[in-house]
């Protein structure tokens, strides 16, 4: 082994199994819930799988995401603790920067699931349970995707706290994840919106 290699694996381990297993839950979850989603917009699928009931197909798709994130968290934290420590991540300033990213991270998950309800942060929209208006109020005041700025705050205090670098690695993955998820979420929830404007204006038409 090289003293470059050598180097590197005093800072991530990654003949760890628990590592490459971690980084594949991380990848996993978001695009197993759009894909779920996109068949349910497209075609109903757990709509009918429910009984023609849109919100009990919901709330499945809600109680696996949330199962899916628990698990994921799961693997993450056996990952995290048979990685290095960095010495460096062990000072005091840096375990209270770990603390203030939990509760930052942790405040913009738990309000933005308060101000959305379960089928409002669960995809909804996608069984056509549509909010009456979009949400302005915190956490949305300050970002426009609280959930997924929430969990990799989440990810990276988590990190911190237990002072390894590889932990570093994987929030990075968190944020480059949620970002490419942003790219195609985004786009198609604002259709399924202005869909539903056209729908509208169509409908005050035909009642004039």
């Not at 009990?56 to 949330?66: H, P, Q, R």
């Not at 998950?109 to 069984?127: K, N, P, R």
């Not at 979009?134 to 959930?147: E, G, H, K, L, Q």
Request: charged fraction near 20%.
């Amino acid at each position: 082994m090289s003293k470059f290699q050598a180097q590197a694996k005093e800072l991530v381990d990654f003949d760890q199994k628990t590592l490459a297993i971690s980084a594949l839950s991380i990848a996993f979850n978001p695009i197993f819930w759009n894909i779920i989603a996109r068949q349910e917009y497209h075609r109903g699928t757990l709509t009918r799988a429910f009984g023609g009931n849109a919100k009990f197909g919901c709330y499945f798709l809600a109680a696996t995401i949330f199962s899916l994130g628990l698990f994921r968290d799961m693997l993450y934290e056996r990952a995290l603790r048979h990685q290095p420590v960095h010495p460096l991540l062990e000072t005091l300033p840096v375990t209270a920067l770990a603390y203030l990213l939990l509760a930052a991270g942790n405040t913009l998950v738990l309000s933005s699931m308060w101000a959305l309800g379960i089928t409002g942060t669960f995809l909804g929209d996608y069984f056509g349970i549509l909010m009456d208006a979009r949400v302005t109020s915190f956490p949305f005041n300050v970002t426009d995707a609280p959930m997924y700025v929430g969990s990799t705050l989440s990810f990276l205090g988590t990190a911190l706290l237990y002072a390894r670098p590889a932990g570093i690695l994987l929030s990075a993955e968190v944020f480059l994840v949620y970002q490419v998820a942003l790219r195609f979420e985004d786009p198609f929830t604002a259709q399924i919106y202005e869909k539903r404007e056209v729908e509208r204006k169509r409908g005050s038409k035909k009642a004039r």
